[in-house]
């Protein structure tokens, strides 16, 4: 028996271990990082947001809804009035349309 | 500078109560003046390890919510001068422990301790990420054995998501500490070998600790296995452990079967 022991790795259990973690440990890493997935959506969605325009983080809303056969992610971003970088042409359109109402009021 | 360890396991038995009173010891007997702290409220057991179950007056509670001075809460270690213990509460429940409270008490250790121990509670809950909220390095302790090296994954993953140091999108340094380890039944390939582990984890290796008698001797009486029996083997492997926290390169022994050829080939184990 010792001997067999010696030079044999019958009883050789550890390798089965060892597969069976690395199976099981790949599948719950991945299933961790996707738990996180709000965590990385919202700092990305505020990153990008923040390029362009002066936002909140905590009026950053990033939501995720899961139902049987959908799910639905949920993205609700408030912003000031006066947020947005008059430098960039992509808001012209929006100060014109602040201008015409600031115009009414006064 | 002062330093933050946990030591912390995910898995409960694994000999972080163990570790962590051998690590502080040994970080004492290499002249740092040293605050080891028991962050498992209501199952407090560093006290008793360290041989100062009756000498507790005020807790880690007692100091995070106001109604006791650090210094009244410190037990000083009647072995090593610049050894101290801050026990853990053993009457109160772990949500009288807030954020606010443990970031206050480790604040003012910090200015007075090269290092502070935090000995983590198991779990992933509450207690456990407190006790490594504030870390600057982790030791992650783990036995070969799957159940140990899967929580041990969890807990790698929370401290790169939960600690103040990775929200500030820093790192906490992360060592792992096999302990337990038995070079026999490693050799006869029925434990998960150190690299099996390694590869595993992917974090570097702080040291091994092989099974021992005199870990638990050392317990019965009260006294860190540093100071119990510095001769051991697992006294020389947390000592040795502890250097490498302190920034010096020894190479980790991987403890082998040190038994002869003949009783290997002809002795027969009593169970």
Redesign the interface.
Known sequence: M??F??FG?R?????V??E???I??AH??KS?RAS?LIGVLHKEVLAAISKHIAVDPDKVMVKMHRKADMSLLEIDIEIDSDAARPDDPAFDENDALEDDLSGKAA | MSKTLVVTSGKGGVGKTTSTAALGAALAQLGHKVAVVDFDVGLRNLDLVMGAERRVVFDLINVAQGDAKLHQALIRDKRLSNLYLLPASQTRDKDALTEEGVQQVIGELREKFDWIVCDSPAGIERGATLAMRFADVAVVVANP??SS??DS??II?LLD?KTERAERGERVEKHLLLTRYDAQR?G??????VD?VLE?LSIPLLGIVPESEEVLRASNVGSPIILHNAMSAAARAYMEAAKRLCGEELPVKIPTDRRGLFV?????RAA
């Open positions: 010792n001997i022991g010696l790795r009883g050789a259990t550890a390798p271990a060892r069976r973690l690395q099981l440990l719950e890493r961790a996180n | 054995e799957v090296v899967r994954d969890r993953g998501a490693a006869r390939g029925e434990m998960l070998a099996d595993i290997r080939l002809f002795g027969r």
